[in-house]
């Protein structure tokens, strides 16, 4: 987060992004840029002085003394960007140049332009010992359109006392040399009490200084053009200003017209109320008129802002209590004190600020520092409402503790219409309700009601988090971008799509209108981290009390009904905030709230509230306007604000709870997605457990697989005629309706998704002090002279399967996909991949003792690596990540489908699954009695005898669905980052070999739906030949991905081409088993049919590998997408095919279709 800065200023890109100029403790002068769309923490701060610094004062020492930014301000999106620094060194001031910089484009922030301009003034006098002891006080630069203008304030004696000055105005008309001119001050203003800012007297053809200070102990304010336009020898004249009783000026700002004419108001603040001096009315002796008046928040402040821009004029000011205000006005109602806002305390505890208008959204923003850090706070005309953020930057240690906050988290999915698969790389077009910042795909995006496109990820999905302090969420519109732009009246463009309205509020809100009794708010609980409740509402708090708390409940529920109907109509339309009237604010007919009530914009009131002001608040409606009002009495005093959006009513549930003292914090976390870690560990270990056991079976089955593998594919070789020719009847399930068929996604997807989220965000940044043992090359010369000689065969097989059957897979019912590949699948391919496999279980001899212990790795990554050991105590490793990744939408579906937990802590068939010792005991766990201690309650069993088998075999293929699911995301993920890394200019090997691990292990839990539920008990059934060879396959497969990891950085060109004819000679021989199975069982059920589509998607995706590896751009490219499309298929239907089997009637259990086959010819 970036720390609090010496000074700073905050101006504006032409894209309405924030540029903040800062002077750093340590003297240095940055810019910290925003940027939408580009990194994931969205700041990025470059040096504007340390080259130069480094280059002319090569002896060190030099530090940045004070800086000035300006900005053309007046019509016109492009607006110039000026900026001077100046630099001390060895006792004396230097002053730097920079400007006409663009708004647009920023590239000047990376190589600053700078000029030289020393003090070159004719006749100036100058101090003792000069100019060693030339000391610059301050610098101005104009905001006009029509020149630059530049003024620096120079102290005369500087070792007085109280020094005086000496103003200079540089003349810039010869860029490169600019000149030092005198200005002759009106007074002789001391250095610590005066205070000036540029600005232009209407008619005037060049800018003046407005100037106030003291002079002796009499207080002065002053207007005086730079120079005389009409006798450059001669001094400008004066203007004395007044204030009426000769009161003292605390602080003035000029505002620029918006109409470009260059000609500025003053505002002066003074003793409680706020001047105004029209720029047509600045002349000698001129007097202020009051504007506004507010005894306290307009006393003694010490820095007063102004801006005028599309019609509307603010100006924010900071009093000596440290506290942010603001007042606006439309510019035709300046001089009418009713026409400006109520000033309210927008934040307390600032000690600097930096405002400006946000001028693409009309927003008010303000930069400023406060107890917290360095804020930039946003308040969004379409609701009224002040979000506020800290400034993110880069992490300097990735491996430290991440940092908490509350997040509203959105997953938008986009598939295809037409196959059900996800879309990836598919442009969206969002736009929202609230000028703000989120994080869209880990990357940091500035979002308003200008729409901002943004690609899903490779899994079509689009996250958006919103960081919350009190449970304001945007309101988002989410489109298909269109390919062109539409006609301004139409809602739906060419090419794009109807807009879908995203309301992230709506499930916290609603769990919070459900609090509506006494009893219900006595019941509400908050969960902690550990599975600890507490009661949310304190001891102590009284019945009647309460009651009101759970009626204004249900007047919220009631309001924000009301307005969502209204909102339906027009969704994401803005609303116009109201112009606040002191004298003519809303009556209420409720006795408590009698007379006349101060209107306020809800969020400046919310604000107000947030300072810890003692207030009572009501929820009521005008009944002459038929409008909610949020209604405070705060000292005696009613302030009202209209209840008009669905971010107000939902930003007023925390303000609710004042009655009972609930802080802000308490009831987020009351309301809070509740996501049960204790349950989340029970999977996370059970799903851990099952991968270690199939690991351990894999290696002690290593030295029998040879073996293993020939028997299993003499059993193909012997049966082969069995299948020839073979048409399979009553099968017209597509692909395409297995993917829409699937049931995984629901309303609590984007929780459930929390871990993959992360992972897809640090992947990039993960690693592992352990090191990985030097690859064998040797050891792979006989596995490449086969794959040589193999590869003619694989080819033509790949060819024609990607042909015949990938390209048109999605809408080839199964039966034409079985035959197809029946086809195309025979003797001579398995004997290729027959060969190939038994030359690698040599290969991976010296490595099996390694296996276990690279799944034991430790593994760094951000947010995850913290998580886990807040949750355990325990370092994250390569094994745990996917476990606690997959276990979390595991538990989150499990619940929504069963009403618990799908493993409940404590259950017998729990306990028996972590107390296996083999994957056979692991896998026949649900079968050893029925589950007693987590029966479902009666009307919950979904079509499934609550207990039974069936239920549980379910249950666990569930956890290894969602296992497959983000097994699969772990394989594409770590292959787009793997793909970065190898193109940066010096690739990490260690980052290589990271998700070269990831990818294996992701693969790990993507084969484990593969593994039929009883396929271990038939293992020694040799009539069931294909249980052994899909099981063989799997090995080979978990065999082929963990020897990669010891050749990731391998120089040879050969290599990639083995292990990519391995995996396309597994794909194709891996259909084999994955059609047999269900056809040698004679019956199909639901679920059986959607999960063989899934195998069979993921075998078609091995079986691209080869051409992949041979092809070149763009077809390389066209055929990894394909892979990555196929295997994620089958990752979310192994995910969805257990919901189905969930869902299946008792009828479908015991009744499955027949499936028919019969000879080709008979």
Known sequence: ILQPQKAFQALQTQAGLSLLFAISTGGELNVVVEESGKTQHGWAVRSLSSALISKSFPDGGATVRTFAVSQAAGKGSRREIHVAMVVEAAGSSHLYLSLRNSDSDLSWTQDMPWVAAPFNAAGARRAAG??????????????????????????????????????????????????????????????????SCLGRRANELVDGIYTMGKVGNKAQLVYRPVYNVWDAGAPAPVSRLRLPGGLVPEAIAAAHHCDGDNATDLYVAAEGSLYYFAADAQQDEATGVAVAEHPSLLAGVRKLFAAEEAGEV???????????????????????????????????????????????HCANTFFAHTGSGLIKATKTPATGLWTRRHLHLPAKELTQDAREFKSFTTEVTVTSKDTGEVAAGVEVELTATTVTSVSINHLYYAVGPQPVRVKTDSQGTVTIVEQTHDLVATRFSAAIAPAVAAPPASRRRPGGSAPVEIRP????????????????????????????????????????????????????????????????????????????????????????????????????????????????????????EKVWHFVANIGGKLFAAVLDTLEAIGSAVVWVYNEIKAAIEWVIKMLEFLFGWQDILVTHRVIKKFIMLTAADFTKSIPEAKAALKHACDGFKTNIDQFTGLKVKGLDQTPAGANKSKAIHHKDSAPGNTGAHHFKGGARQASSPDKVPGKHPSLLDALGDLAKKEGDTLSRAADEMKTQVIDPFTSLPLTIVMERIIGIVGEALVDSMENMALELFDVVAPFVDQLLGTLDRPLDIPVLTWLYKQLTGEQLSVLDLLCLVAAIPATVGGKIALGHAPFPKGSSVTERMLNAETIRDWNNAPFAETRRSAVAPPGSEAGLRAG????????????????????????????????????????????????????????????????????????????????????????????????????????????????????????????????????????????????????????????????????????????AAAGIALELSYGVIMAGYPLVWLAEPGDARRKASALAIRRGGS
Not at 528 to 537: A, L, N, R
Not at 1060 to 1068: C, D, I, M, N, Y
Not at 1095 to 1117: F, H, K, N, R
Request: glycine share 8%.
């Open 130 to 195: 000069a100019p060693s002891s030339f000391h610059i006080a301050g610098v101005m630069l104009t905001k006009a359109t029509d020149g630059e203008m530049i003024v620096a304030d120079v102290m005369r004696n500087p070792t007085a006392a109280q020094p005086l000055l000496e103003r200079y105005w540089i003349d810039v008309s010869s860029p490169s040399a600019p000149l030092w001119v005198k200005h002759a001050l009106a007074a002789d203003f001391e250095a610590s009490t005066y205070r």
């Open 314 to 360: 603010t100006v924010w000011g900071l009093n000596g209590s440290d506290e942010v205000f603001y007042l606006s006005c439309h510019t035709t109602g300046i001089l009418d004190q009713s026409a400006w806002s109520v000033p309210l305390p927008i934040y307390t505890g600032v000690d600097a600020m930096s405002p400006y208008m946000d001028r693409r």
């Open 505 to 624: 509020m709506a499930a916290a809100f609603q769990r919070n209108a459900a609090l509506n009794t006494v009893d219900k708010l006595k019941g509400a609980k908050v969960q902690e981290m550990d599975g600890s409740e507490q009661p949310f509402v304190p001891a102590g708090i009284s019945d009647d009390t309460l009651d009101q708390v759970a009626k204004l409940n249900g007047k919220l529920n009631t309001a924000s009904q009301e307005v969502s109907e209204r909102q339906s109509a027009a969704p994401m339309q803005g609303r116009r905030l109201a112009r606040t009237r002191t004298h003519s604010g809303p009556c209420f007919a409720e006795a408590h709230l009698q007379g006349s009530a101060f209107l306020c914009d809800i969020g400046d009131l919310f604000r107000y509230l947030a300072s810890g002001i003692e207030a009572m608040v009501d929820i009521v409606m005008d009944a002459a």
């Open 948 to 1119: 039974s088998e069936d239920r549980d075999k379910a249950m666990q293929a569930l956890a290894l669905g969602f296992g497959a699911l983000l097994g699969t995301l772990f394989e594409s993920v770590a292959t787009v980052v793997q793909a970065e890394i190898r193109d940066e200019p010096v690739p990490d090997e260690d980052a290589l070999v990271v998700m070269q691990t990831l990818k294996w292990i992701g693969s790990m839990a993507a084969s484990a739906p593969s593994l039929s539920p009883n396929m271990f008990d038939d293992m020694g059934d040799s009539s069931k030949w294909y249980s052994s060879m899909g099981k063989i396959l799997t090995t080979v497969g978990k065999v082929q991905g963990f020897v990669q990891i010891f050749y990731t950085n391998t120089d040879s060109e050969v290599v990639p081409w083995v292990f990519a004819t391995l995996s396309t000679s597994r794909g194709v021989a891996g259909l084999v088993p994955t059609i047999v199975r269900p056809i040698m069982g004679g019956q199909l059920r639901a679920h059986v049919v959607i999960k063989t589509i899934g195998g069979i998607a993921s075998c078609l995706g091995g079986a691209l590998s080869l051409p992949q590896q041979t092809a070149v751009p763009p077809e390389e490219q066209t055929l």
